[in-house]
């Protein structure tokens, strides 16, 4: 009776195996298994038993549903080394060790989880944890390398605290980031579409920058960074190494993504040049002041009762998508830009497309109630090459999805191994 309802109840939904392997993060485990459930997915838990020290198999087999093993001896009957694996939509292995990553990449199966590894046929998602030295590792980047040059989304660990006292990259990203990931994945696949940025750097900008007047001023814009943001998740979710350079934003990191803090134009402009040196693509979706006031406070500017404020000097400020489309380090990198306009946004927008050099150019209308801080963006994407691409109002994830599918097209093929 229990297999039966069970299956019924699983009957159209998507099949999720939730790898857990043995670290301190396997208990944010337990969150990612109840958001996946929740949302309407199968999920079974295959932990090994190292994770079983941290989180009991009671807990993963109440959450999901679902009977849990760590060994290939339960349940012989049912060949759960083979069949798990054959069944699943989605792998994910949150937390992914160390350990864990080399037996992925080596292809060992000792357990039910790597025994599951082995015969999983549809997208992999790790996500790993561990100390810093043990990613930074030459032979964690080998292994790392390994799995993505196979079609694996192996998502970047987060920087923040570690076990102890330690702090670093290596920590487990948010649950709901990992999600989040998981979710774009399965649509991905579910359109019969595959992760078609792995082993691709690509960096991004997002937010507004500010420009100091004193200690306590500055002129800035009213970009929230949820474009740019989007275009990170997205990108990472089909399988790139993301650098996103963010300016001023308030929004959490994406899973996966290296985030790179800054505040001025000019602190931006050093972050993304650096970053751009080997990158396949770069999307300038920040919203960059175009000047800054010539002369910094020092102290606060004080208000005098009986006088006017002196008149505010502006110099103009670098253009940062400009510099990038004309320096292309990398050959073949492809750079795309968004032009914000307020009036006949078409038009402004073939005008900068020509002098700014670039590959493509997001064009959308913006305004005091549009678009900045908003959740759903509309465009049209200008092609140097003379094409237009209508993105009609919807998320801005939509929005993210078609720059990335028009990058992807235009970048040349990754060299054979």
């Not at 000019?266 to 002369?295: I, W």
């Amino acid at each position: 009776m229990t297999q039966q309802r069970d299956g019924r109840a699983a009957a159209g939904k998507p099949k999720v195996v939730l790898g857990v392997s043995g670290g301190i993060a396997a208990y944010k485990a337990c969150e990612l298994a109840r958001r996946l459930t929740e949302s309407g997915h199968d999920v079974r838990a295959v932990p090994t038993e190292s994770a079983l020290h941290f989180v009991g198999a009671a807990t993963f087999s109440a959450l999901t549903g679902h009977p849990v093993a760590t060994d290939v001896w339960e349940s012989v009957h049912e060949v759960p080394h083979v069949r798990i694996g054959q069944g699943a939509d989605l792998v994910v292995v949150a937390p992914a060790t160390a350990d864990l990553l080399a037996k992925a990449a080596h292809g060992l199966a000792d357990d039910l989880l790597t025994n599951t590894l082995l015969t999983a046929r549809c997208p992999v998602v790790f996500a790993p944890a561990m100390h810093t030295e043990m990613w930074e590792h030459p032979a964690t980047q080998q292994n790392v390398a390994t799995l993505r040059s196979r079609g694996a989304l192996v998502i970047e660990p987060a920087v923040g605290r570690l076990t102890g006292k330690d702090t670093g990259k290596g920590r487990l990203p948010d649950p709901d980031a990992i999600f989040d990931v998981c979710r774009r994945v399965l649509l991905r696949g579910a359109a019969g579409t595959a992760p078609d940025l792995v082993g691709r750097h690509v960096v991004v900008s997002a937010g507004g920058t500010r420009e100091p007047l004193d200690p306590v001023r500055f002129l800035g814009n009213r970009s929230s960074g949820k474009q740019g943001y989007a275009l990170a998740r997205v990108a990472a979710a089909r399988g790139a190494r993301v650098t996103l350079v963010s300016a001023n934003s308030a929004l959490p990191d994406p899973a996966g993504v290296d985030v790179v803090r800054v505040g001025s134009a000019l602190e931006l402009r050093e972050a993304v040049t650096k970053a751009a040196g080997d990158a396949d693509a770069v999307v300038m979706a920040a919203a960059v002041a175009d000047f800054r006031p010539a002369v910094y406070a020092t102290g606060k500017i004080k208000k005098k009762d009986d006088q006017e404020p002196e008149p505010l000097t502006l110099v103009r400020n670098p253009d940062i998508l400009a510099e990038i489309s004309a320096s292309r380090p990398r050959p073949g990198q492809i750079v795309a830009g968004f032009a914000a306009e307020t009036d006949e946004a078409l038009a402004h927008g073939r005008a900068k497309l020509a002098t700014k050099g670039c590959d493509l150019l997001v064009v959308n209308e913006v305004g005091e109630s549009k678009t900045f801080g908003a959740e759903e963006n509309e465009a049209v994407v200008l092609g140097a090459d003379g094409s237009e691409t209508p993105v009609p109002y919807g998320p801005k994830e939509m929005l993210a999805e078609t720059v990335w599918d028009l990058i992807a097209e235009r970048l040349p093929e990754l060299p054979e191994e």
